[in-house]
């Protein structure tokens, strides 16, 4: 075998596993951009903790034979850059969109996020989903009203208690006493 097949084939091999450890990868033709906009973009990439890497179509066609990212295949033509998302998915859709917002060059090819395959305009509508974190936390939120809630009708009765001169109110017993007199009487009623 020759040298050159040895080394595109630890290259396949490095393409490969890039792919096999993220959970997205979104193709961008960079053509057209100034080397100082593909230095800002890969620096954002970078910040985000997104591998953004420029290889042959064709030995990209042949790492993502037979893997979840193979639909990208019919996208590699021409110019195609890789951005590879490890730990959020959505992230690099979500560069890409931002970038492409002041660098009209550069163009959203396609992606894969979490094994299903998307074209352009579905990777721009992925762009828009709101990362894990904020999701995490509005559903913390989300959670969090109802126990404020709560906490704030215990502190109620704990304070009506004390204005009535009630003396060694316990507020977990006054809360819980208060709570089903209040109980019985709505089912009552």
């Not at 290259?11 to 906009?37: C, H, M, P």
């Not at 034979?65 to 639909?71: A, L």
């Not at 974190?133 to 809630?149: D, K, W």
Request: no cysteine.
């Amino acid at each position: 075998m020759s040298q050159n097949f040895e080394i595109k084939k630890v290259k396949v091999e490095e393409i490969r596993e890039k792919f096999s450890n993220a959970k997205s990868a979104v193709l961008v033709d960079y053509r057209g951009l100034t080397v100082e906009q593909v230095t800002d973009l890969r620096n954002k990439f970078r910040e985000a903790g997104v591998e953004y890497k420029v290889y042959k179509n064709n030995l990209m066609k042949l790492a993502i034979k037979d893997s979840t990212f193979e639909g990208l295949t019919a996208d590699l033509a021409g110019p195609s850059a890789v951005a590879f998302g490890y730990d959020d998915p959505v992230t690099p859709a979500k560069i890409v969109k931002e970038f492409a917002k002041t660098n009209d060059k550069l163009e959203l090819k396609a992606g894969v996020v979490e094994g299903a395959y998307y074209d352009n305009a579905k990777i721009i509508e992925i762009a828009d989903i709101p990362s894990r974190e904020v999701l995490l936390s509005r559903l913390v939120g989300s959670f969090q009203a109802p126990i404020s809630n709560f906490a704030y009708l215990i502190k109620n009765i704990v304070d009506k208690r004390v204005e009535n001169g009630e003396q060694n109110v316990q507020p977990a017993e006054a809360a819980a006493e208060e709570i089903s007199v209040e109980a019985e009487a709505s089912t009552e009623a």
